[in-house]
């Protein structure tokens, strides 16, 4: 029976899906949302507070419609992380990378998409608002990227878009630059690589591709490693041409002044903010080493969470056991896995503590 009344037209489309979201309840660990467990330093926010206070004398009017600074600063770090040579022109700006998504479906979804579960559970939940033929395309047992199958899976459906995740989310794998290029050879559409942890990782990003590959597109975010999750904002570098027709789409004045100067400063601050990313990545190599210690099976991973399994009780069970104890992480969805986010090392110790207890109690 439909959950909705009779006399609501909502799209048929629409009426069997959930909103998405991930519990909101009060816990001393917050480690279920992948966000940078770091605050802004006070002189960062300091700095943001006056570059505010000076861009609301002018909110009575609209903002940069076409974000050029932020664009242009957005290019200018890619250029320093990647050693690419990109330029603002490469570069759209928008509301979180799930606006980014959503665009890209609106602007390229006509012929379909294809992903590889587990990944992002967005994409197919947007995918599915706009209107856009969806397969889910399947990885390893391990949930690793079969390039080979890909490619035939990709063959057979000829989609217009093809989304891979490195790091992939829930499960951290990576996927390699030559992997990806092999990819961009031979997909039709446009191949779109979601790097939402890209600054985690030591992989080559595949911004590096896209002066050879004008089909590759690359998603990326200031909500992770630049502590930034409460700004909401994702860009996208791409070829010039794809940027064009996103504009088709863009809805009117899409970025506010306010979210545009916030991450104008954050851009000025980066080696600051990215100054976190290695205390981060030392946290997730001894996180994993506690749960390989209990005994449990961890898949390797290359972003500021980890995807664990080998315990005992069920998931849904562990989950409330450890929200019991204080703390919040992660059930995917996943038989027998639990993710959990890299948060601070009082966090950390405290997840560790609390599952070695749960375990311990439960042989």
Do not use: C
């Amino acid at each position: 029976m439909s959950q909705w009344p009779e006399w609501l037209p909502l799209n048929s489309a629409l009426q069997p899906l959930s909103p998405y979201g991930a519990p909101q309840v009060p816990a001393e660990a917050v480690l279920n949302t992948n966000e940078n467990p770091f605050p802004l330093s006070d002189q960062l926010a300091a700095a943001i507070g006056k570059r505010v206070e000076n861009v609301a004398r002018s909110l009575n009017r609209y903002p940069d419609r076409d974000a050029t600074t932020l664009r242009a600063g957005l290019a200018s770090f890619i250029n320093g992380l990647s050693g690419s040579s990109v330029s603002a022109e490469n570069l759209w700006a928008a509301n979180g990378s799930n606006e980014i998504i959503q665009s890209l479906f609106l602007a390229f979804g006509e012929k379909g998409a294809i992903g590889f579960t587990p990944s992002y559970s967005m994409h197919p939940l947007i995918a599915r608002v706009t209107q856009t033929p969806w397969l889910d395309g399947q990885r390893r047992a391990d949930f690793s990227l079969d390039i080979a199958l890909a490619k035939k899976e990709i063959g057979e459906k000829k989609p217009s878009l093809t989304f891979i995740t490195t790091p992939n989310n829930p499960t951290g794998s990576s996927v390699s630059i030559a992997e990806i290029e092999d990819l961009a050879q031979s997909v039709p559409g446009l191949l779109v690589v979601d790097e939402a942890y890209a600054e985690f990782s030591d992989e080559t990003s595949a911004v590096t591709l896209i002066a050879r590959y004008p089909n590759v597109v690359v998603i990326r975010t200031m909500s992770k490693a630049f502590s930034f999750a409460g700004v909401r904002l994702g860009y996208l570098v791409a070829d010039k041409s794809v940027i064009d027709a996103l504009f088709l789409v863009r809805l009117p004045y899409h970025l506010s002044t306010l979210t545009q100067a916030a991450a104008e400063v954050a851009l000025e601050y980066r080696d600051e903010l990215l100054g976190n990313v290695a205390t981060l990545v030392a946290n997730r190599i001894w996180v994993e080493g506690q749960l390989k210690e209990l005994g449990l099976d961890v898949i390797p991973s290359k972003a500021n969470f980890l995807l664990f399994s080998g315990f005992d009780i069920p998931a849904p069970t562990l989950w409330k056991l450890l929200l019991d104890a204080g703390v919040l992480i992660r059930d995917v969805g996943l038989s027998g896995y639990l993710r959990v986010t890299i948060g601070s090392e009082a966090e950390n110790i405290l997840f560790i503590q609390a599952l070695t207890k749960i375990i311990t109690e439960n042989k």
